[in-house]
């Protein structure tokens, strides 16, 4: 089990692994919540998820995301006061799953669940090919983040997050980024 003190540990170690981009997420941040929300998404996506952004940059289409986005929008409204911490993922199985399986096909699986993340920072917790392996989560389909988010509420249920600024979920991400990394990994 995940002591309080190594999840507080993995956390501040965040802060050292720490790029660019986490300097921005607040802009993006921002811009989202200032109804700019397609700029916001993009810069985020190719901020956060630069590496399978630049392989679409030629097949993305602006005008595809935006349907998508007009399409999960309500979901995402429906969901807004939804916290990780209390969250009944079995009663969300079907908004997080129609969600998923809308974006997947746009911004791949680690892009989903970022842009998912950012829409709501609340409610997701933000996965990548590191963090899924460490958690021994083989697919990438909505079955499968679904049973990631309860795996991460089984396994943090314990903890106390009190920080106002960063949601539990961040957290969460923070901390697993923190132990799926190398110092050395990490330029100076």
Known sequence: ???QGEFEEKVKEFGTLADFRDEIEGWCSELIGKN???EGLCFMLFTWNFA???RMLKTFSIKKFKEVLREIN???AKLKKEKFEIADFDKL???VGFIYSKLLPLVQQTGTTKLMYFKNPNLFVMWDTKIRSKWKIKKVDSESYLA???LMQKEFFHIKWDNKSISLA???DMYNYAVTQKVKDRKE
Do not use: G
Request: no cysteine; net charge positive; charged share 35%.
């Open 93 to 95: 199985k079907d908004d």
């Open 36 to 38: 700019q929300e397609l």
């Open 52 to 54: 399978n952004m630049r």
């Open 1 to 3: 089990m995940i002591t």
């Open 148 to 150: 990631f988010l309860k």
């Open 74 to 76: 309500p979901i995402f």
């Open 170 to 172: 961040r957290a969460i």
